[in-house]
């Protein structure tokens, strides 16, 4: 049976998302490129998940596999993860290394 997310995919949460801004993404390379063409991702409608490096609680495991696990994830400061109780499931953070939350 696939995981299914908690958290719909979609604009509003990817805008208030603060994966852009942790600390786990901060030095990788590849999610650097991905921010560099970022506008440009937000202009296209539907978005693609695997262009966005945030919102993994809803897509899961990040793309990019040079993240670092060693830092603090920023999702117990999220917004999206208070409106959905995010702590009440599993896995309760780092969605980008541990797959969506359920
Ligand atoms: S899921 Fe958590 S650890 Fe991963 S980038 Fe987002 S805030 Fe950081
Ligand atoms: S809970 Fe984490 S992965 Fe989900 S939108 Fe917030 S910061 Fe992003």
Redesign the pocket.
């Known amino acids: 049976m696939s995981a299914q997310a908690k ?1 719909p995919f979609n604009r509003d ?1 990817v805008e ?4 852009a801004k942790c600390p786990v993404q901060a030095k990788s390379q590849c999610v650097d490129e991905k921010k560099s063409g970022l506008a440009r991702v937000m202009a296209h409608n539907p978005l693609s998940p695997a262009d966005i490096p ?5 897509t899961g495991t990040a793309t990019c596999g040079d993240l670092d696990g060693s830092q603090q994830c ?2 117990f400061d ?1 917004p ?2 208070e409106q959905y109780s ?1 702590a009440e499931g599993w896995p309760t953070c780092y ?1 980008c290394m541990n797959g969506l939350a359920q």
Do not use: A, M
Not at 16 to 19: S, T
């Open positions: 958290v949460h208030r998302c603060l994966c945030g919102e993994y609680c809803s920023s999702c999220c999206v993860y995010l969605y």
